[in-house]
């Protein structure tokens, strides 16, 4: 209308990235330290022993 | 260990401390985000010289757009009668159009007729619909609602 | 969730990208501002989930501050730490949408500006917990910081409507009834819901990793000694 409208798709995208890099990257983050922790504690516990 | 780790929060603090006051003092000028257009008409006089946020809505009919100046030029109003001619340089945000809700940031003259706008913000409203749905006159009831509410003087 | 937060929190995430499909492919555009209001279905459930993290920081707060001297601050610090997260996905998706709907990317208006004091005072829960050793003293500084940010969020919630601001006002929790047509409002709740449980699960996982690691120093210093 008033000049050329922006294209909305890099915003959503960027959005949506930002989203996924929050919610899904920290909980595989969480997931992948958990399992970490567990081998770690693992190891400790058989050396006790 | 102890001075290196004192040293750094301190730092923080202080950076932290310079971004509040950042934060808290950009929001206290802005408490009162942007006036009405018959606030800033009124205390036109004193603003004259300051960078002020007026907010209002665009009157039908009024938008002149010369494009290969990027000339803006367009009325906003309180729907009250009270009315500031705008113009601005550049393109306006996408969804700036007749009836839409924009805060202007800019010069109002020493008369509160006309500011000169340095930036252009659409102040849209919260209404959400598929098109072809027949809401009527809501999303400018609830501009309205929005842009003028607490207006401190009276029609 | 409680119980079992990594499953919970694996089948959230489904969940979500399934909403997230849902809000790029099946719900309609909107009249107004065409498709770039799609990042509403993030956004919003982000701003809920932020404030969600504050809401479970305020009672562990308020029961560390019972016992100050034997109370842990792990689930205050998972609380932080996630709330951290959501709020600064809040404010970037908020300032993405910015960009094209109201022409900037960042205002200083009631609502954007107290967001962004929770994300500082998030930031800097973590960094006061850092810089004080363990103890009731860290145990009662960091709670009252937790209080306090409790205290930010029904600001911000109500800060458009308190004062004036571009961010327009509440869409859904609102006296006359929701302003949104019904597909787009059952997919914002829905995406509501999700995303606040998905935020719980986060901090009990987070909590349950944070005991762990506590667990492990605590045997590798056993072990040393």
Known sequence: MYGPQTDPTPYIAAAYVIGALCTIGYSYWLLASRRRLERYLDAMNKKDH | MKSKSTKWMIGIVIIAVAIISIALTQLSSNVVYFFTPDEAQAKAAELSDQNIKVGGMVVPGSVEWTAEALDLAFTISDLKGHEIKIRHKGTPPDMFKEGQGVVVEGIITNDGKSMTSRKLMVKHSEEYKKPGSHSGDLSKELLEKSLFKDQTSKP | MFDKPRLSLVATIIAMIVQWLLAWFWVPVDDAQGDVYR???????????????????????????????????????????????????????????????????????????????????????????????????????????????????????????????????????????????????????????????????????????????????????????
């Not at chain 3, 982000?46 to 809401?55: K, N, P, V, W, Y």
């Not at chain 3, 997260?85 to 993405?96: E, R």
């Open chain 3, 39 to 225: 990042i509403i279905y993030l956004h919003v459930p982000a701003a809920f989930a932020a404030f969600t993290s504050a809401f479970v920081l305020a009672v562990a707060s308020i029961l560390a501050l019972r016992s100050p001297n034997s109370s842990k601050l792990d689930l205050s610090k998972a609380a932080t730490e996630v709330g951290l997260v959501f709020t600064i996905l809040t404010l970037a998706t908020g300032s993405i949408w910015g960009k094209p709907t109201w022409g900037t990317w960042w205002t200083w208006d009631a609502r954007l500006t107290t967001t962004f004091l929770l994300a500082l005072m998030y930031g800097g829960w973590l960094l006061l917990h850092n810089a004080i050793p363990e103890g009731p003293s860290r145990v009662r500084s960091c709670s009252i910081l937790g209080l306090m940010i409790a205290v930010d969020v029904p600001i911000i919630y109500k800060s458009v409507t308190w004062w004036r601001t571009l961010h327009q006002p509440q869409t859904i929790l609102r006296s006359g009834g929701s302003t949104m047509d019904g597909d787009m409002l059952a997919l914002l709740l829905s995406g509501i819901a999700i995303m606040v449980i998905v935020c719980l699960s986060m901090i009990f996982v987070r909590r349950q990793n944070i005991r762990l690691q506590e667990s492990l120093e605590e045997k590798s210093l056993r072990g040393v000694v």
